[in-house]
């Protein structure tokens, strides 16, 4: 089987159009048509249904990804292995996570891996948003909700917590909050619903019912900046909020807790560059994990 059919194969698959798939690669979409044309040819079946909105694998095209992704990794592996010194990681590797998780921790800690591996390039991906692995926009994915499908490895990496917070400067010209039911004197600041991603997000209700003014923010960041610029109340991740000396955590018996999970694919460990970064991954949130729990 030709491997640059199958490279077409894949990025038809993960992109979802042919043109789309074209401009992935640099090649025209004639090119990726011909090729993928040739494979079904080979293969004697088609392996999308090309409508107008897109291409939809077929049964046959569902069961020959995970053939074409097992070779893949295997040929990066091999390739890897050829153009480095025995002790050498080198080559680029992606991970997407929460973008309060990548900014407040990850992006401090990966750090520490490329000083330790100079020629491997990492590349943080923290968005407010999930990340497909089959598709290839990571290599590496954390995530807020264990997947309860696909071909995935999961490693639940840590629990962590989440109170309510304000700025000083808030609470020295609103007062502080004795009840939840209180929080209508406030303005909570939120998430926006229609743009949650994971099931997770959804400790902001508790304050919401009782608020009258609401300012919401999609991203945990934009949160935290707002939290701490004074506009109002929210429920913000523990180990994030502790880091400014300006939060004060109001409302103490309200608090929630969460948990992270890693996710990569079946074949990845054949790619060093890739099973570094995991295990240094799960290494320092074993090493760090009382950093997101309360403090006593």
Same mark, same amino acid.
């Not at 991203?219 to 180990?239: K, M, N, P, T, Y």
């Not at 409302?251 to 990569?264: D, G, H, K």
């Given at each position: 089987?030709?491997?640059?059919?199958? /490279?077409?194969?894949?990025?038809?698959?993960?992109?979802?159009?042919?043109?789309?798939?074209?401009? *992935?690669?640099?090649?025209?979409?004639?090119?990726v048509a011909r090729r993928l044309d040739a494979l079904e040819l080979a293969l004697g079946t088609p392996l999308f249904d090309r409508r107008p909105s897109g291409c939809v694998p077929?049964?046959?095209?569902?069961?020959?990804?995970?053939?074409?992704?097992?070779?893949?990794?295997?040929?990066?592996?091999?390739?890897?292995? @050829?153009?480095?010194?025995?002790?050498?990681?080198?080559?680029?590797?992606? @991970?997407?996570?929460?973008?309060?998780?990548?900014?407040?921790?990850?992006?401090?800690?990966?750090?520490? =891996?490329?000083?330790?591996?100079?020629?491997?390039?990492?590349?943080?991906?923290?968005?407010?948003?999930?990340?497909?692995?089959?598709? /290839?926009?990571?290599?590496?994915?954390?995530?807020?909700?264990?997947?309860?499908?696909?071909? =995935?490895?999961?490693?639940?990496?840590?629990?962590?917590?989440?109170?309510?917070?304000?700025?000083?400067?808030?609470?020295? *010209?609103?007062?502080?909050?004795?009840?939840?039911?209180?929080?209508?004197?406030?303005?909570?600041?939120?998430?926006?619903?229609?743009?949650?991603?994971?099931?997770?997000?959804?400790?902001?209700?508790?304050?919401?019912?009782?608020?009258?003014? @609401?300012?919401?923010?999609a991203s945990v960041v934009g949160q935290i900046e707002a939290v701490r610029a004074g506009i109002g109340i929210g429920v913000l991740h523990d180990f994030a909020a502790r880091s400014?000396?300006?939060?004060?955590?109001? =409302?103490?018996?309200?608090?929630?807790? /969460?948990?992270?999970? =890693?996710?990569?694919?079946?074949?990845?460990?054949?790619?060093?560059? @890739?099973?570094?970064?995991?295990?240094?991954?799960?290494?320092?949130?074993?090493?760090?994990?009382?950093?997101?729990?309360?403090?006593?």
């Amino acid at each position: 089987m030709d491997w640059d059919h199958l /490279r077409i194969f894949l990025a038809v698959a993960r992109q979802g159009q042919l043109l789309a798939a074209a401009r *992935r690669l640099g090649v025209n979409h004639s090119t990726v048509a011909r090729r993928l044309d040739a494979l079904e040819l080979a293969l004697g079946t088609p392996l999308f249904d090309r409508r107008p909105s897109g291409c939809v694998p077929t049964p046959a095209g569902d069961r020959l990804l995970p053939v074409a992704e097992k070779i893949e990794f295997e040929l990066l592996g091999v390739a890897e292995a @050829i153009h480095r010194e025995e002790d050498e990681v080198s080559g680029t590797v992606r @991970i997407g996570a929460p973008d309060g998780l990548g900014n407040y921790f990850l992006a401090t800690e990966l750090g520490e =891996l490329t000083h330790r591996h100079p020629n491997l390039i990492v590349e943080l991906v923290p968005l407010p948003r999930t990340f497909s692995l089959s598709r /290839r926009e990571a290599d590496l994915a954390i995530v807020l909700d264990r997947p309860v499908e696909g071909r =995935l490895v999961v490693v639940r990496l840590v629990d962590y917590t989440l109170s309510i917070y304000a700025a000083r400067s808030y609470l020295a *010209r609103h007062g502080t909050p004795a009840t939840a039911e209180a929080v209508r004197d406030h303005t909570v600041v939120t998430g926006v619903e229609d743009l949650a991603y994971a099931s997770a997000l959804d400790y902001s209700a508790i304050l919401e019912r009782h608020a009258v003014r @609401i300012f919401r923010c999609a991203s945990v960041v934009g949160q935290i900046e707002a939290v701490r610029a004074g506009i109002g109340i929210g429920v913000l991740h523990d180990f994030a909020a502790r880091s400014f000396d300006d939060m004060v955590r109001v =409302l103490p018996e309200i608090s929630f807790r /969460r948990s992270y999970f =890693l996710l990569s694919h079946p074949d990845a460990s054949t790619v060093r560059r @890739i099973s570094v970064l995991h295990d240094f991954v799960v290494r320092r949130f074993k090493e760090q994990r009382l950093r997101f729990l309360p403090q006593s």
